[in-house]
């Protein structure tokens, strides 16, 4: 079993930055792809970014391209999500997810059914 545990999250100005953690831990963890993905109240989950666990392959949701950057350490089990320029428009629970393996082609790094593990979420919040 995975489990997902992320950190990070918090109020921020908008103009600010944040960078949130994604630890995971279980027996063996050898995912196919890590992503992020959020929820805002009264929304729809939506995919923010993914990366492939070999570092090979991202991606990103065109309202983050250029703002944000998700790397990963594999010593650490660790994925990351920095996030610059905030906007009000970020705010929502961001989720950490993980692709056991691979679905298909990397057009389904940006869906939901892959990802078979998910964190319990950390606010973020943008103020304006």
């Known amino acids: 079993q995975v489990q997902l545990v992320e950190s990070g999250g918090g109020l921020v100005q908008a103009g600010g930055s944040l960078r949130l953690s994604c630890s995971a831990s279980?027996?063996?963890?050898?995912?196919?792809?890590m992503g992020w993905f959020r929820q805002a109240p009264g929304k729809e989950r939506e995919f923010v970014s993914a990366?492939?666990?070999?570092?090979?392959?991202?991606s990103y949701a065109d309202s983050v391209k250029g703002r944000f950057t998700i790397s990963r350490d594999n010593a650490k089990n660790t994925v990351y999500l920095d996030m610059n320029n905030l906007k009000p428009e970020d705010t929502a629970v961001y989720y950490c997810?993980?692709?056991?393996?691979?679905?298909?082609?990397?057009?389904?790094?940006?869906?939901?059914?892959?990802?078979?593990?998910w964190g319990q979420g950390t606010q973020v919040t943008v103020s304006s």
């Open positions: 279980g027996r063996t963890f050898s995912p196919y792809a």
């Open positions: 997810a993980a692709a056991s393996n691979r679905y298909g082609s990397t057009y389904w790094l940006s869906k939901l059914q892959p990802y078979n593990y």
């Open positions: 990366i492939v666990w070999s570092g090979a392959i991202t």
